[in-house]
């Protein structure tokens, strides 16, 4: 059974950090791309950063490049999304996606707020 759990969410104020993770099972982690996305309330999903299986090569949303920080760790089949510099527009639902070739699988999303 394929699963993949969020945890680290939460209510922060601006400026502060959090660390979500997305823990994996139920299919070969370590040969999956891996992307962390957030949807606000009333917009659109949006990729926040993704990291590929083999060289974990990242990529970063403009709009978090220089604050946010996708990490993997295969042995735990984990990964981590570091988030500093937080601002009340990143509240959001964040998800985690797998992908590999033509298969992809989604997490619940674990909710963050932003705010004073």
């Known amino acids: 059974q394929v699963q993949l759990v969020e945890s680290g969410g939460g209510l922060v104020q601006p400026g502060g950090s959090l660390r979500l993770s997305c823990a994996a099972s139920?299919?070969?982690?370590?040969?999956?791309?891996m992307s962390w996305y957030r949807q606000a309330p009333g917009k659109e999903r949006e990729l926040v950063a993704h990291?590929?299986?083999?060289?974990?090569?990242?990529e970063y949303a403009n709009s978090v490049k220089g604050r946010f920080t996708i990490s993997r760790d295969n042995a735990k089949n984990t990964v981590y999304l570091q988030m500093n510099s937080l601002q009340p527009e990143d509240t959001a639902v964040y998800s985690c996606?797998?992908?590999?070739?033509?298969?992809?699988?989604w997490g619940q999303g674990t909710q963050v707020t932003v705010s004073s």
């Open positions: 990291i590929t299986s083999i060289g974990g090569r990242t």
């Open positions: 996606k797998a992908d590999w070739l033509l298969r992809s699988y």
């Open positions: 139920g299919f070969t982690f370590s040969t999956y791309a």
